[in-house]
Nanobody
Framework: QVQLVESGGGLVQAGGSLRLSCKVSGSILGINVMSWYRQAPGKQREAVAV???????NYAGSVKGRFAIFRDNAKTTVYLQMNSLKPEDSAVYYC?????????WGQGTQVTVSS
């Protein structure tokens, strides 16, 4: 089992920055993908940033150049640094970890960007 606890969301003005954290505990060995998704009201959940084990990060086109995903070497925490935030970035952000072909989701953290 893997447990995820997200933090770092909040209210920020357009152009501001936030850093989200996702603390991973439990059976960490075997985690091969760590990622962030988001879901705005009335919209489908979408992938924002993905970092596979031993691979390079990938980003949604809408956040490329503004967001950065990174993790600590022990894979106990994955971060999402969000810069130059826009009102359209407002959503609930979820951490997703894949371990042995099983998905584990966090509870979500709200990000609201005011114009």
């Amino acid at each position: 089992q893997v447990q995820l606890v997200e933090s770092g969301g909040g209210l920020v003005q357009a152009g501001g920055s936030l850093r989200l954290s996702c603390k991973v505990s439990g059976s960490i060995l075997g985690i091969n993908v760590m990622s962030w998704y988001r879901q705005a009201p009335g919209k489908q959940r979408e992938a924002v940033a993905v970092i596979p084990s031993g691979g390079m990060p990938n980003y949604a086109g809408s956040v490329k150049g503004r967001f950065a995903i990174f993790r600590d070497n022990a894979k106990t925490t994955v971060y999402l640094q969000m810069n130059s935030l826009k009102p359209e970035d407002s959503a609930v952000y979820y951490c997703l970890v894949v371990r042995e072909f099983r998905d584990y989701w966090g509870q979500g953290t709200q990000v609201t960007v005011s114009s």
